[in-house]
């Protein structure tokens, strides 16, 4: 039986690279303050799902142009993305929040495998899920993979948190010095402008699936928790 639910429900998106701090392993200062900055949210009462990134440790488009197969590269890239899981787990315990990591490829030592209606479950109870090893499928980014977790274990909104900028912008902030922040910018149009938030699988699965989404900037403080309690900061990308 499901109680009916009244709490705030969110999707958050890390990716590898924030884990990194812009570098190969991790950045355990950042880390620690993306907890903390989770945990405060948690404490509202805001249930927090989580999909995390590899890209600090491997991508697989990456080494596949070193010469590996690219779906074993792949593979290496999702057991990147447990490594972050865990160390996010590991900062969110010593903040006080309860947490379970669940993952796409079964890891019994370390994790619990995805299963849907328990991630919900856990949910319910506040603790904060955090998804590894992507969809478990080479080709796919984990961008696609926190539009589809979201839309299976309900929530509400996907929070894209993004290192170096701040949200959408009309052209690429680094390259064009006029370009604009948008408040609100629909998913076809970020398609079509090629306005480069996330991948387009993710953008095609959002937009057929009437997800609400939200790029915003991590890097100034307090911004995940923002994001997480619902203050309208970056862009938010509709269907
Ligand atoms: N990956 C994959 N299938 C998935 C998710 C991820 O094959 O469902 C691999 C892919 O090689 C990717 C790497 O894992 O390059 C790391 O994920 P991603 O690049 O999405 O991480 P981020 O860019 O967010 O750090």
Same mark, same amino acid.
């Given at each position: 039986t499901?109680?009916?639910?009244t709490?705030?429900?969110?999707?958050?998106?890390?990716?590898?690279?924030?884990?990194?701090?812009?570098?190969?392993?991790?950045?355990?200062?950042v880390v620690?303050?993306?907890?903390?900055?989770?945990?405060a949210?948690?404490?509202?009462?805001?249930?927090?799902?989580?999909?995390?990134?590899?890209?600090?440790?491997?991508?697989g488009a990456?080494l596949?142009?070193?010469?590996?197969?690219?779906?074993?590269?792949?593979y290496?890239?999702?057991?990147? @993305?447990?490594?972050?899981?865990l160390?996010?787990?590991?900062?969110?315990?010593?903040?006080?929040?309860?947490?379970?990591?669940?993952?796409?490829?079964t890891?019994?030592?370390?994790?619990?495998?995805?299963?849907?209606?328990?991630?919900?479950?856990?949910?319910?109870?506040?603790?904060?899920?955090?998804?590894?090893?992507?969809?478990?499928?080479?080709?796919?980014?984990?961008?696609?993979?926190?539009?589809?977790?979201a839309?299976?274990?309900?929530?509400?909104?996907?929070?894209?948190?993004?290192?170096?900028?701040?949200?959408?912008y009309t052209?690429?902030?680094? @390259?064009?010095?006029?370009?604009?922040?948008?408040?609100?910018?629909?998913f076809?149009?970020?398609?079509?402008?090629?306005?480069?938030?996330?991948?387009?699988?993710?953008?095609s699965?959002?937009?057929?699936?009437?997800?609400?989404?939200?790029?915003?900037?991590?890097?100034?403080e307090?911004?995940?928790?923002?994001?997480?309690?619902?203050?309208?900061?970056?862009?938010?990308?509709?269907?």
């Open positions: 499901t109680t009916p639910r709490a705030r429900r969110v999707l958050l998106k890390l990716s590898g690279e924030a884990f990194g701090g812009g570098q190969i392993g991790l950045a355990s200062d620690r303050r993306v907890a903390a900055e989770i945990a949210a948690v404490a509202q009462g805001v249930q927090v799902a989580i999909v995390v990134g590899g890209g600090n440790f491997f991508r990456e596949s142009q070193q010469g590996l197969d690219r779906a074993r590269a792949d290496m890239g999702m057991l990147g @993305t447990v490594m972050n899981c160390a996010l787990q590991d900062f969110l315990e010593q903040a006080g929040v309860s947490t379970r990591v669940q993952t796409a490829i890891m019994g030592q370390v994790a619990e495998p995805y299963i849907p209606l328990r991630a919900i479950r856990h949910l319910e109870k506040g603790r904060v899920v955090i998804f590894g090893a992507g969809a478990g499928m080479p080709y796919f980014s984990t961008d696609t993979v926190a539009v589809q977790r839309l299976e274990t309900g929530c509400e909104e996907v929070l894209m948190g993004k290192n170096g900028v701040d949200g959408v052209s690429d902030p680094r @390259t064009n010095p006029d370009a604009e922040l948008m408040d609100e910018v629909s076809t149009d970020a398609l079509v402008q090629g306005l480069g938030v996330m991948d387009a699988a993710a953008m699965l959002g937009r057929d699936n009437n997800l609400t989404m939200r790029v915003f900037g991590m890097d100034e307090g911004n995940v928790t923002r994001a997480l309690v619902g203050e309208e900061i970056g862009t938010a990308v509709t269907a």
